[in-house]
């Protein structure tokens, strides 16, 4: 078989072409730190990493997710936390205000101290969260859920709020297959069954300034608002264990989201990682190799005929 000196270009072009090719690739894959560049390299290592990629990512959505809904319900915790103080202390309220020796003027101050839980209440009631989002709306987080209102019964003016949130309760997903409410109804809490604590509060305060009033009537009233106030600290200490609940089921799903991360890495590394000390050695045989083919091509090709004739 004769050779041309063409087919010997050539061959030689193609064979340094492609040993080039193979020093790019290795140390692509060494600057990469991946054994698979393309989906070409390793086609069904590719696709399993692909579907292990996008398995972490939803995982690390949930990750944030969880984050969210860990702020939230906190958020929900200390609203609920100052509710309760509140409540404990209107408690208290009542029964010094029960006292038969109290006269005209320290009922006066109490009712200035009921007053005062009312706008409290209501301040509380209208609560939002770290990103301004109202957190006892339900669905509606952008508007104020309770708006006071006030009407004239006779000689007494009668202050109230009215609840103009919905009866939704925001859910976030923090697993493949888990909600987590992360959001209470205010009217579940301060307005239900036709208790209305600020409806109790208002009521509380009037009492404790009619003048001339019974023992008998007196005594009634507070029992009243003594009920009202137990009804609705009852209902938070209720949202209270459920948002602590939650918390907790957040926190287990963190650890087992945070280990399955570390499976998902595992995985990836696995299917595409890159063995450096192997790779390093390829790549040192493959340069040598290069070289050699390089040297060899250019004395090949310097051959002539002509180098011989005297």
């Known amino acids: 078989m004769r050779i041309s000196t063409s087919m010997i270009y050539s061959q030689g072009s193609s064979q340094i072409s492609n040993l080039q090719n193979a020093v790019v690739t290795s140390q692509q894959q060494i600057s990469s ?3 698979i560049l393309t989906p070409a390299d390793n086609p069904a290592a590719a696709a399993q990493a692909l579907n292990v990629a996008q398995a972490q990512a939803m995982n690390n959505q949930f990750a944030t997710n969880r984050q969210a809904a860990e702020s939230s319900l906190t958020m929900v915790g200390t609203a609920l936390s100052s509710v309760t103080t509140l409540l404990q202390s209107a408690k208290s309220l009542v029964i010094s205000a029960g006292d038969p020796a109290l006269s005209a003027a320290d009922r006066s101050n109490l009712a200035m101290q ?3 839980d009312f706008n409290s209440m209501l301040a509380l009631a209208n609560s939002t969260d770290a990103n301004g989002n109202y957190l006892f709306g339900g669905y509606k987080t952008s508007t104020p859920p309770f708006v006071q209102t006030s009407t004239v019964v ?9 609840y103009v949130g919905d009866q939704g309760q925001q859910q976030m997903q923090v697993g493949t297959k888990q909600q987590i409410p992360v959001s209470v109804s205010g009217s579940a809490i301060f307005q239900s069954g036709g208790l209305d604590i600020f409806q109790t509060l208002d009521s509380l305060a009037n009492l404790l300034t009619t003048p001339n009033i019974s023992n008998a009537a007196l005594t ?6 003594s009920d009202g106030i137990t009804q609705t600290l009852n209902k938070v200490v209720t949202a209270s264990t459920t948002a602590g609940a939650n918390l907790s089921q957040l926190s287990v799903l963190d650890t087992n989201g945070a280990n399955l991360d570390v499976q998902y890495a595992q995985n990836l590394q696995n299917l ?4 450096y ?3 390093i050695s390829q790549l040192t045989q493959q340069t040598t190799t290069l070289q050699a083919a ?13 180098n011989y004739i005297p």
């Open 33 to 35: 730190g991946t054994s």
């Open 220 to 225: 009634a009233g507070l029992s009243t608002a």
């Open 272 to 275: 595409q990682g890159l063995d």
């Open 114 to 116: 009921a007053q005062n």
């Open 277 to 279: 000390a192997k790779a």
């Open 154 to 162: 006779g000689t007494t003016t009668v202050n109230g709020a009215q």
């Open 294 to 306: 390089q040297q060899s091509f250019v004395k090949i090709t310097g051959l002539s005929l002509f």
